[in-house]
Structures are given as C-alpha cells and as structure tokens.
C-alpha cells in the first residue's frame, strides 16, 4: 500500500531550508572565476633548489649578494649607521609624501654629482620610492598622466630587460615596445642594431635605458657608446628614463657607474631615473630608492613635485621611514660613506673575481673549446652564459645547479669554493 502525504508533510523545517540557502550562497564564491596565475620564474628557481638534498648544490638565480660563504651581507657601514640612529630614540611619525628631504638630496647628489648644476639650479624633482621598482612605478605612472611627446604614451625597452619591466609600465597604463640589445651571437651589445632601432622608432619616444650592469645580460655600451646615444636621442627628440639598480655596484666606483647619466644631463637631457639602495647597500628588504626627474627650471620643478604628491597619496600616502634614514647617516657621515665605499668595491671586486676564476677553469682547467670571453666582458651581478634552456635544465637535473632557463647567471652566488665545481657542470652540459 502507497503511503500518502499532505503538502505539510513534504515542507522542510524553515531553520533546515535556511541552513541549505546559506549553504548553497557559500558555495558561490566571489573569487570562483579567478585563474591560477603563472609561476614566478625566479621564485621558483629558488622553490626547486631549497627542495633539492645535493649538499653541492647551487642557486645561482637570485638577484642578491652574497659573502664568499655563500651568505647574505649585512655591510658595517649600515649596521653602524642602524646602531647610531637607534640611539637617539626618534620618533615613529609620519614623513612627508615626497620623503626625508635631506634623504632625497643625498641620494639625488649620488646620482647627478654632487657639484651637478641642476641640482644647485633647483632643476630636479625628487621622491623617496619603494626602492627602484617603486620609482619605476611612479614614473610609469607620471608618463601615462603627463608626457606629451609625439611618441605617445609607449615606453621602449631594451629586448632583454628585467622581467618586471614590462608588467610594472603596462600597469601603470603604458604601451611597452622593445629595440634591439643583446647580440646572441656574440654575448655582447649589439650596438648597431640598437642605433638602428632608436633612430627608427617615433621621434618623441620614451626610452628605458640601464645606467649600468645591465639586468639580466651585463652588457653595458662604452662612454664612447654612450656619448653617440646621448646625441641620437637629442637629434630623434627622445626621452630618456634611466633605471640605475647598480650604482658603484658594477665596477666599484660610483662616479664611474653614474657615467651614461651624468653626460646625458651635461648634454641638456632632461632624464627621469629610478634609482635603489637594494644592491649597493644591501638595503634589499629596508625597499629604499629615489625617483627623480629633471625640469627646465625651478618653477618647472615645484609643478612637477606637485603633481608626483598627488600620484604618491592615493598609492601609499607616505614612504618607510626606517631605512631612509640609514641610507642618510651613511651618505652624510665622513667616515661611514668612506667605510660604505670601500664596502661595495670589495663586493664588486669578489663578483669580477668570480668571473675571473669562472672563466679561468672552463678555459684552463676543463680545456673547454667554446669561447668564454663574455663571462669576463659582462659586468654586475649577473652573466647572459648563453646557456641554452635544454643545457639549463640538464645543470639542474644533473649537478644540482639552479638558473633561469635563459641562461642568466647571478654571479653572486658563485664562491671560492664552488666556482670549480660549477665550471666542470658547465663543461659537462655544453661540451
């Protein structure tokens, strides 16, 4: 016999019935649609080599110093300077949106020189950033909002660049093109093609130029080279916006590695630059850099300056406080900024050193019949080995040697003690 139920019956409890809505309701996220984004190239050089048991292992991708122990380095210079201000016990409050302005003044003096006619002419507008990747950003930003030459609102790139380039220009709302850079076939500048591609493109262009230890390849043009730019981008009208990670970190000598800007503004270049603390005071984490532009004169720049507040305000209403400072007590200290430089030329010695004995050993140890001459030729932190994606791989699965696929070397992380080993690996892949 078929039972029989009323309506009343087949109801569901009202608390039951809200239970299931709210449970359907959880079910539908707001972030359902969102894909899985693509990994970090770097992060996960470094992922795949901190799960690796080798003890001869090697992570030769992150862009960070490290001491002939393979160690981070925290220099004297900027340990002193921490301990100095610590002292004083100062207060926590708020900085001005621009930044620490006897900060901004050191660090503009560093870059331009400290005798620079713009600066005693009050013709560049300054802003304490979040290292170099926040001065790029604000510049980014600055050009989308402002520039009106008849390139349009497109930067060029140099093909290789860093890869964060392109994401941090096309999010501040620019178009991003490349000119010509690195030659494959000889591991050096193809200084040709670069004039060709600079002279082609738009008269009025914006144009991404690395002051010095080029990222990722280590091939900078010479001053000779530098000084045939500097003339083309007058003829051609275009705009240059130098991005300078490395100062005195390339060659040891900060006026040295200051060279491409200085003369472009000697020559009446009206630069903009991002420059960072990150690699020449290991202030990685403190995220301590300058943006600056340079104007037509000092009316020009308080416009300017007005205009860069009003960017900074809705993005992060005021910079860090804490590693400003360090980089002001080493910069305006005798004795620390003389301690400070003695400290990046011996970084930047041990990183020629390595390409030194690097070189040495593939050329005189392993007998290696390929040419390693760029290893040498190249200079900063990092080395384009040439190396190609399947010889990458063949380092990381045979030797434990960890880099990105395109073959750059982070010279930093090679040592007295490893160096040979790494040759040999190199060896064995390529011969």
């Given at each position: 016999m078929l039972a029989t139920y009323s309506a009343r019956s087949l109801r569901m409890p009202a608390r039951m019935s809200m239970g299931i809505a709210r449970s359907q309701l959880r079910s539908v996220s707001a972030w359902a649609h969102v894909q899985q984004g693509p990994p970090d190239a770097i992060l996960g050089v470094t992922e795949a080599f901190k799960a690796d048991k080798n003890p001869h292992k090697m992570n030769l991708g992150v862009g960070a110093y490290r001491d002939d122990n393979g160690k981070p380095y925290v220099l004297t210079s900027v340990r002193k300077a921490e301990s100095s201000i610590h002292e004083l016990a100062l207060d926590k409050e708020y900085i001005p949106i621009t930044g620490i302005a006897e900060y901004n003044k050191l660090a503009a003096q560093l870059a331009y020189g400290h005798e620079a006619e713009v600066l005693k002419d009050g013709r560049v507008a300054t802003a304490q950033s979040l290292s170099g990747t926040g001065a790029l950003r604000l510049g980014g930003a600055f050009l989308a909002k402002w520039y009106q030459g008849k390139g349009g609102k497109k930067i060029y790139l140099p093909s290789p660049s860093w890869g964060n380039h392109t994401p941090i220009f096309k999010d501040a709302g620019l178009e991003v093109a490349n000119y010509r850079y690195f030659d494959k076939k000889t591991n050096g500048l193809d200084f040709a093609g670069m004039i060709e591609d600079l002279k082609n493109i738009p008269s009025g262009s914006v144009v991404l130029l690395h002051a010095c230890a080029h990222n990722p390849t280590g091939v900078d043009p010479t001053p000779e080279q530098w000084k045939e730019l500097s003339t083309l981008m007058q003829q051609k009208g275009h705009f240059p916006f130098f991005d300078m990670a490395y100062q005195g970190f390339a060659s040891g000598d900060t006026t040295r590695d200051a060279f491409a800007i200085r003369h472009f503004v000697s020559e009446g270049h009206q630069i903009m630059l991002a420059q960072s603390f990150a690699k020449n005071m290991g202030m990685y984490g403190e995220r301590v850099g300058l943006f600056s532009v340079v104007t037509a004169d000092a009316a020009e720049t308080k416009r300017v300056d007005s205009q860069i507040k009003i960017l900074i305000r809705p993005m992060y209403s005021s910079p860090p406080l804490s590693g400003p400072r360090i980089v002001q007590r080493v910069l305006s200290d005798r004795t620390l900024r003389t301690e400070w430089?003695?400290?990046?030329?011996?970084?930047?010695?041990?990183?020629?050193?390595?390409?030194?004995?690097?070189?040495?050993?593939?050329?005189?140890?392993?007998?290696?019949?390929?040419?390693?001459?760029?290893?040498?030729?190249?200079?900063?932190?990092?080395?384009?080995?040439?190396?190609?994606?399947?010889?990458?791989?063949?380092?990381?699965?045979?030797?434990?040697?960890?880099?990105?696929?395109?073959?750059?070397?982070?010279?930093?992380?090679?040592?007295?003690?490893?160096?040979?080993?790494?040759?040999?690996?190199?060896?064995?892949?390529?011969k």
């Open positions: 430089e003695s400290e990046v030329a011996q970084m930047a010695d041990r990183i020629i050193s390595m390409r030194s004995q690097l070189r040495g050993h593939l050329e005189s140890t392993y007998k290696s019949a390929l040419p390693w001459e760029h290893i040498t030729s190249q200079i900063g932190m990092f080395c384009y080995s040439g190396l190609k994606p399947e010889q990458v791989d063949k380092l990381k699965s045979d030797h434990s040697v960890y880099l990105t696929r395109d073959g750059r070397i982070s010279i930093a992380g090679i040592t007295s003690g490893n160096v040979e080993y790494l040759a040999k690996a190199i060896h064995e892949v390529t």
